[in-house]
Every structure is written in C-alpha cells, then in structure tokens.
C-alpha cells in the first residue's frame, strides 16, 4: 500500500479529520502578542521604573534590579524581576544583576509566603520569542505564588482566570510588607 493510501486510511490530511493532537485556542492573546509588535512602543519594563509608584505596579527597588506585579497574572500575586537594563537573555547580565535577581526572588517568596500565605512557587523565565517569552526585548523572571489546588476547571473551561484580588491592593500589600521578614 502507498504512502497516499494510507493518508487516506487514517485520514491524515483531509479536511476535517483530526490530527490526533488537541489544541486550546486563545485568541484574546493575540490582542497582547500583537501590541508587542509595534516598534514605535516603548520597553514597558523600561518604562515601569520611571514612574511614580501610584502610577505602576513596582513593588521594591534594587540598585540593579526592580520588583514588578505582571499585568496579566497567572494567580494573584504574580511578580515579574526585571533588570533595570534592557537586555534580552540572562547570559546578558553583570554579576551584579544576577545576585540582585536572585535577592529579589528570594525576598519575592518570603513576602509572598507571608502576605498571601502562598504554599509553593513556580521560578523560571522565557528567553526569546521561541523561548515563549511575551517580551522578549526585556529579560524578566516570573515568581509565580501558587496554592494546594489552586488550578481549577475556569482557564480550561471558560477562558478565565478566578483573581481574588486587584493589582493596585496586591501592589500595596506587597510593598508594604517588603523586607519585613
């Protein structure tokens, strides 16, 4: 049997017969992914640290380093360290900045250990577009507060992620209580 016969045994590749793999569709992304585009925008982790603290979502100031609330949280509490310096990859950074990441992050999971009562974390970043990261001009680590059963059916089902609280309370607690511990 040719290899045409058995596509059309399977049904691989004819319209309207499943590949095997799912797919979840997000398109209200698109509207996020799109605004990064456009190379007359500003650096918005360039920009964060020169406004007033009522103006933004920073939580603390380093020397080298800043504490941001992420715009588009995956739970309440999400925080985002960022260099001050625009530079795209950790390969990038000084020594300085490397250490004052790794301050900020600890400090991040004791603030939010004891602000939000946070029971684990999820640390990592996204370097380069391919990498996943939604701003791939900007390196910026995420610091992700996380629950015993936190994860729900709302993101899957329904496209909606269920935040107890709003950005600019989260922000004022947070920075608040920061370097308390």
Known sequence: MGEKEIEILTGEGLPGVSDGFERLWTPHRMAYVSSHKDPTRECPFCVAPGLDEDDTLVVTRGTTCYVVLNLYPYNSGHLLVCPYRHVAYYTEVTSEERTEMAQLTQEAMVT??????????????NQGIAGGAGIAEHLHQHVVPRWSGDANFFPLIAQTKALSQLLPETRTQLASRWGEQ
């Open 112 to 125: 939010l250990a004891e602000v939000c009562q946070a029971q684990g974390f999820n640390i990592g970043m």
